[in-house]
């Protein structure tokens, strides 16, 4: 099966414009939860989705959001960028059942926000 | 809030050396999962190992064994035999019981291997 991708790998947008990043889960798999990582922050989840529905939030401002698709691809979308949102966000998928699950990675999109 | 904690930013070991990994956390839940995640300098995020809290058995994983001590909320990460391509961050995880994938990491550990 092929992996969780992401695109773009790297993106560069200027404070005040937006973005939209997209992940595509395994086959299969119902459930995309993204997280950002930045140096001073770590790794902090940001949302998840499943069949098409938001099912957990992490404590991001209403600036990020997202969506799912019937075919579980996912995009998050940031408006009015900060400086701040320079970062590398990684998506990560599983089938959804339940929270023993393994959660698998994309190789992440880095965005720079000058 | 569940909170994972790291104490070590760096640690490095020789080539065919054993090292330990620490990780605390805290929580209020009985039923929960702990991992390892590794991340190399590609960025993508490899599962080391992962560890159901109502199991006592400590997970192996070939070279890559933990102990989780319950009681103390410790879960620390032993590779034996360390070689270079261990050279990596190492990430400890928490997520809690449920229909859900929000998963809490520490900060990290930056694992150098040398020669």
């Known amino acids: 099966k092929a992996g969780v991708t992401q695109t773009p790998r790297y993106l560069i947008k200027t404070r005040g414009q937006q973005v939209t990043l997209s992940c595509s889960p395994i086959?299969?798999?119902?459930?995309v939860s993204w997280y950002q990582q930045t140096p001073g922050q770590g790794l902090q989840f940001l949302f998840e989705?499943?069949?098409?529905?938001?099912?957990n939030k992490g404590n991001f401002p209403g600036r990020f959001s997202g969506r799912q698709f019937s075919n579980s691809r996912s995009e998050m979308n940031v408006s009015t960028l900060e400086l701040g949102d320079s970062a590398l966000y990684l998506c990560?998928?599983?089938?959804?059942?339940?929270?023993?699950?393994?959660?698998?990675f994309g190789p992440g999109t880095r965005l720079l926000v000058l | 809030a569940q909170t994972v904690t790291q104490s070590q930013p760096e640690m490095s070991v020789q080539e065919a050396e054993t090292v330990t990994l620490s990780c605390t956390y805290d929580t209020s839940e009985s039923d929960y999962y702990l991992f390892w995640y590794k991340q190399p300098p590609s960025r993508q995020m490899i599962l080391v190992i992962r560890q159901e809290a109502y199991k006592q058995q400590n997970a192996t994983e070939n070279r890559f064994s933990v102990n989780f001590q319950k009681a103390a909320k410790s879960f620390s990460l032993k590779i034996s035999d360390s070689q270079l391509g261990d050279a990596a961050m190492y990430f400890c995880?928490?997520?809690?019981?449920?229909?859900?994938?929000?998963?809490?990491f520490g900060a990290g550990t930056r694992l150098t291997v040398k020669p």
């Open positions: 086959s299969g798999h119902r459930s």
């Open positions: 995880a928490y997520r809690r019981r449920g229909n859900n994938n929000d998963m809490r």
């Open positions: 989705y499943f069949s098409e529905t938001q099912r």
């Open positions: 990560a998928s599983t089938t959804g059942g339940n929270s023993q699950e393994t959660q698998y």
